[in-house]
């Protein structure tokens, strides 16, 4: 006759556990994937707040400098301007980009 291994001073919580494995494995779990979550949504929003501040800081730069070189323009002389270039972009050909010797250039021989 055998007897079975029993520990004389076994804690409540072992009983516990061994009586709902998912104290064990799924709480855990849960807890890790809900606080990863939240975790992760702060990370993400700290990311788009530095970014947006740092967009908005370029504009307000870009804004003194702007001002600093402003040209007046008059729809006129854009008109005048255009039509002075139209000529030119009129006569315009087709050319080949030169490409590296070796590589293919799209002309099939």
Known sequence: MTFARKRLNQPPIYRTIKR???LLFGLPLIISVVGGSF???QLTQTRYDLYE???KKIEREEKLQMNKD????SIQEEYWRLQANQKEL???EIK???R???AFDG???
């Not at 402003?70 to 323009?73: A, G, N």
């Open 20 to 22: 709902n494995p998912f």
């Open 39 to 41: 975790v992760l949504s």
């Open 53 to 55: 501040n740092k967009t």
């Open 70 to 73: 402003r040209r007046s323009v």
């Open 90 to 92: 009129d006569n315009w």
């Open 96 to 98: 080949r980009v030169e």
């Open 100 to 102: 590296p010797p070796g």
């Open 107 to 109: 002309i099939l021989k």
